[in-house]
């Protein structure tokens, strides 16, 4: 895998206009855990950079599965808890090191971030797999909450 990675994915590895080589690797590790929709991708990398820059917790959940192995998509409270590096709810920057081998794709979508406004994503119900996008708290918690009344219309529990 790693013979892969070098030979694929290394030579597409390189800094952007914020971020080190390695940070790259890093947060590019987090956008293929947390993000599958190809579009979502670079906004999301986008409201990453944003949460870096302003000095706020990532709130990744894939990080939190990293720790836990459990598979699930959303952390649980006992979940947020569990004091690690790569408990991004607990601790502000990136974690210390690659959460899973990104894909091509995800190194695309960070060195290639969209610019916006956003800080805050929620998966959209309406369109699974794509996600909601929120300049505020109070708007992303709206978006939060349709997700979470989607999951319990379909006996699904968090």
Same mark, same amino acid.
């Given at each position: 895998m790693l013979n892969n990675f070098q030979k694929k994915a290394l030579p597409s590895l390189k800094t952007?206009? *914020?971020?080190?080589?390695? &940070?790259?690797?890093?947060?590019?590790s987090i956008i293929e855990k947390e993000v599958s929709e190809l579009k979502d991708r670079k906004l999301v990398a986008g409201i990453?950079?944003?949460?870096?820059? *302003?000095?706020?917790?990532? &709130?990744?959940d894939a990080t939190v599965n990293f720790i836990t192995q459990s598979g699930r998509?959303?952390?649980?409270?006992?979940d947020l808890k569990i004091?690690?590096?790569y408990n991004t709810y607990m601790h502000t920057g990136l974690p210390p090191g690659p959460i899973s081998m990104p894909s091509i794709a995800a190194i695309d979508a960070v060195l290639n971030y969209t610019k916006h406004s956003y800080y805050y994503f929620a998966a959209d119900a309406d369109r699974l797999g794509y996600h909601k996008f929120a300049k505020t708290l109070t708007q992303h918690n709206v978006n939060a909450r349709d997700y979470q009344r989607y999951l319990s219309s379909q006996g699904i529990r968090n």
């Open positions: 952007n206009d *914020k971020l080190s080589m390695y &940070q790259v690797l890093i947060l590019s990453f950079i944003n949460r870096l820059e *302003k000095g706020m917790k990532l &709130q990744s998509a959303q952390s649980t409270l006992d004091e690690s590096p």
